[in-house]
């Protein structure tokens, strides 16, 4: 049970740890908040289990700065956080971007400060998400972001280096012997009443901030990897009953066959047992692999005897086919679907397909036919352990319920 003030409305600080931090709101001379316990306004309100920050373009501006923000800034003890690129101190962002000014559409989303400037940022212009350094783009983290899409960002400092993090993955490193720094986080509108059309409330960034934290040890973990980052919010997770993933395995399908061929299920019948798992989430039971088998051979899907094609598949179970993602980094964000990959980097391809599905808290996993079970995403990628061969072995193919 979500817990709420008294009057039954959540705060911020019940969502996010702001104890270390102030709030700059884009009113008054603007107006600095730094006891957010407790504190929400029209800026700065939670949303579901996420904490909005709002700036409209006719909002008040700092010193220094042309353009409003509704922002974080990182505070210590109650003073003005100071540090320098040789200390170990890292700052951990899920979020996402959610509305743009209407004519100058920019807005950046978490900083690394200096006593004079900004040192990098997270920006957003149209479509278009980056890290700028200096007012240059210096490396390109999405060239087609969506709004609403959530993501992840770590800023990292040690040893005379920042680095930063997307969606778990090192995306720019910047070395030098940087002092006075701190982090910001929330939204920094890029835009004001000068270069707009509608000078008013209505016209505003937003960002929604799902964790926010800091952490000042490079060897203490702090996440894992965002599962949900990287695909529109929300996921789409069919509701359904429990369906299993039945275990090819099975000494029961010893003498079942695939189409009217003599491959039998135990050798080769990945591929139809996460048909059959897809097409008992559509029909909302558990379905039989004879069943399915049947559906796939009257629908003329098999060629070659034992082979599957996937369009054909797709109709013979009405479900849609939307092609093959090689890229195995570009996950679906619709479940479940179904993933091919290479069960042992041995004597060539030795191709496998499971189920790749969401669960309800956004994590992503498998279920796998080979033994019937459940395991981490990355099961057969660990097991292989060559990034060239997932490269070219693994992929997506884009069946959807």
Same mark, same amino acid.
């Not at 040890?217 to 299993?244: H, N, Q, T, W």
């Not at 069960?343 to 499971?354: L, Y």
């Given at each position: 049970?979500?817990?709420?003030?008294?009057?039954?409305?959540?705060?911020?600080?019940?969502?996010?740890? @702001?104890? &270390?931090?102030?709030?700059?709101?884009?009113?008054?001379?603007?107006?600095?908040?730094?006891? @957010?316990?407790?504190?929400?306004?029209?800026?700065?309100?939670?949303?579901?289990?996420?904490?909005?920050?709002?700036?409209?373009?006719?909002?008040?501006?700092?010193?220094?700065?042309?353009?409003?923000?509704?922002?974080?800034? !990182?505070?210590?003890?109650?003073?003005?956080?100071?540090?320098?690129?040789?200390?170990?101190?890292?700052?951990?962002?899920?979020?996402?971007?959610?509305?743009?000014?209407?004519?100058?559409?920019?807005?950046?989303?978490?900083?690394?400060?200096?006593? !004079?400037?900004?040192?990098?940022?997270?920006?957003?212009?149209?479509?278009?998400?980056?890290? !700028?350094?200096?007012?240059?783009?210096?490396?390109?983290?999405?060239?087609?972001?969506?709004?609403?899409?959530?993501?992840?960002?770590?800023?990292?400092?040690?040893?005379?280096?920042?680095?930063?993090?997307?969606?778990?993955?090192?995306?720019?490193?910047?070395?030098?012997?940087?002092?006075?720094?701190?982090?910001?986080?929330?939204?920094?509108?890029?835009?004001?009443?000068?270069?707009?059309?509608?000078?008013?409330?209505?016209?505003?960034?937003?960002?929604?901030?799902?964790?926010?934290?800091?952490?000042?040890?490079?060897?203490? /973990?702090?996440?894992?990897?965002?599962?949900?980052?990287?695909?529109?919010?929300?996921?789409?997770?069919?509701?359904?009953?429990?369906?299993?993933?039945? &275990?090819?395995?099975?000494? $029961?399908?010893?003498?079942?066959?695939?189409?009217?061929?003599?491959?039998?299920?135990?050798?080769?019948?990945?591929?139809?047992?996460?048909?059959?798992?897809?097409?008992?989430? $559509?029909?909302?039971?558990?379905?039989? /692999?004879?069943?399915?088998?049947?559906?796939?051979?009257?629908?003329?899907?098999?060629?070659?005897?034992?082979?599957?094609?996937?369009?054909?598949?797709?109709?013979?179970?009405?479900?849609?086919?939307?092609?093959?993602?090689?890229?195995?980094?570009?996950?679906?964000?619709?479940?479940?679907?179904?993933?091919?990959?290479?069960?042992?980097?041995?004597?060539?391809?030795?191709?496998?397909?499971?189920?790749?599905?969401?669960?309800?808290?956004?994590?992503?996993?498998?279920?796998? /036919?080979?033994?019937?079970?459940?395991?981490?995403? &990355?099961?057969?990628?660990?097991?292989?352990?060559?990034?060239?061969?997932?490269?070219?072995?693994?992929?997506?193919?884009?069946?959807?319920?």
């Amino acid at each position: 049970m979500p817990t709420t003030n008294e009057e039954g409305e959540r705060k911020p600080s019940q969502i996010l740890n @702001l104890k &270390n931090w102030k709030l700059t709101l884009p009113v008054g001379n603007p107006t600095e908040i730094t006891n @957010l316990e407790g504190y929400s306004d029209s800026f700065f309100f939670v949303l579901k289990d996420s904490v909005v920050f709002r700036c409209s373009v006719n909002g008040a501006t700092t010193s220094g700065s042309s353009y409003p923000r509704c922002e974080l800034r !990182e505070m210590k003890g109650g003073k003005k956080a100071s540090w320098s690129t040789q200390d170990s101190h890292s700052m951990y962002i899920e979020q996402a971007i959610t509305h743009l000014p209407d004519k100058k559409r920019h807005v950046v989303a978490g900083q690394v400060h200096d006593a !004079e400037d900004d040192v990098l940022m997270i920006r957003l212009e149209n479509k278009k998400l980056f890290i !700028e350094v200096d007012g240059d783009d210096v490396e390109t983290l999405d060239d087609n972001y969506e709004l609403g899409r959530l993501f992840s960002i770590k800023f990292e400092s040690g040893h005379g280096v920042l680095k930063i993090y997307y969606n778990g993955k090192l995306s720019y490193s910047l070395a030098g012997n940087m002092s006075g720094l701190y982090f910001k986080a929330g939204c920094y509108t890029q835009s004001n009443c000068k270069k707009e059309d509608a000078c008013s409330a209505n016209n505003y960034g937003e960002v929604i901030v799902y964790k926010l934290e800091l952490d000042n040890s490079l060897e203490k /973990p702090m996440f894992e990897k965002c599962p949900r980052c990287g695909y529109p919010d929300p996921i789409e997770v069919p509701e359904a009953p429990k369906i299993k993933m039945e &275990n090819q395995l099975d000494p $029961k399908w010893k003498n079942h066959f695939l189409g009217r061929s003599k491959s039998g299920f135990n050798a080769y019948g990945c591929k139809l047992f996460v048909l059959t798992y897809l097409y008992s989430v $559509k029909m909302g039971k558990q379905v039989s /692999p004879d069943e399915v088998n049947d559906l796939l051979y009257n629908g003329g899907a098999y060629f070659s005897g034992d082979m599957l094609e996937d369009v054909a598949s797709a109709k013979a179970l009405g479900l849609q086919f939307l092609g093959r993602e090689n890229d195995i980094n570009k996950m679906p964000n619709f479940s479940p679907t179904m993933k091919e990959v290479d069960f042992s980097i041995a004597d060539g391809k030795q191709q496998h397909f499971v189920a790749r599905i969401i669960k309800p808290e956004g994590t992503r996993a498998i279920l796998d /036919p080979y033994e019937g079970v459940e395991r981490v995403i &990355n099961y057969y990628e660990k097991k292989v352990k060559d990034l060239e061969w997932t490269g070219r072995h693994f992929s997506y193919r884009l069946f959807k319920v």
